[in-house]
């Protein structure tokens, strides 16, 4: 059965420093990985997936990630969070019936 | 391109009564879902169509949803008889498919409180 795993429910990083969210899934097939962003009260925006080929994809806003197969995981990365990025995160999987992890909720220090 | 647009954003209603979403897709989309979203979780799969036919129910759609999507364009999302537990946002979504693979859309959602 598909599943997708946030394993950090709230980081909190300040501004300028790195960022890493993690993700990890469980899929029968070659999956699509997907890293949706959400602001509170709103919809979610796609910042970028990955169906095949290079497994380091880049986005919007700065962002990118990285599939690795043989840890099942598909990191999201940005080299430096801005106040704006403030916001909850969400990896998904799957094609139609896309799966979300749980989200993680980003928080940003000044 | 004005996106996925979903009525009303937001509906307080009494528990028993009847709720009805509309969905709009992204113009030249074929395939339009629904999902769900409650506080603090990621969202849900509940249905999706690709013109008129809804081709994928989840469990999670009881006997008191209905979907449809009539000209395989707009669709609606009806609740009958709403319980406190339906209590969430609805997230319309769409997509057409692409060489470079399916990548969905979402609308702003729609907050249902039933009271």
């Known amino acids: 059965a598909q599943s997708v795993t946030q394993p950090d429910i709230h980081i909190t990083v300040s501004e300028g420093a790195s960022l890493e969210l993690r993700c990890n899934y469980s899929y029968g097939a070659t999956p699509y990985l997907f890293w949706y962003v959400q602001s509170p009260g709103q919809g979610l925006q796609l910042l970028l997936k990955y169906f095949s080929g290079d497994t380091l994809v880049q986005g919007i806003k700065g962002f990118e990630a990285e599939f690795k197969r043989s840890q099942s995981s598909f990191n999201l990365r940005k080299p430096s969070v801005h106040w704006s990025d403030a916001a909850e995160y969400f990896c998904a999987v799957g094609y139609n019936d896309m799966r979300f992890g749980a989200g993680t909720r980003l928080t940003v220090k000044p | ?115």
């Open chain 2, 1 to 115: 391109d004005t996106g996925v647009s979903q009525n009303p954003r937001h509906k307080i209603t009494k528990r028993g009564q009847n709720v009805t979403f509309r969905c709009d897709p992204i113009s030249e989309h074929n395939r339009l879902y629904w999902y769900r979203q409650t506080l603090g979780q990621g969202p849900e799969f509940l249905t999706y169509f690709q013109n008129e036919a809804q081709l994928e129910k989840s469990r999670l759609l009881s006997d008191r949803f209905s979907a449809e999507r009539p000209k395989g364009s707009f669709s609606t999302l009806e609740i009958q008889r709403t319980e406190q537990g339906d209590s969430a946002m609805y997230l319309c979504a769409s997509s057409t498919k692409a060489s470079s693979g399916n990548t969905i859309y979402f609308g702003e959602g729609s907050w249902l409180t039933v009271v």
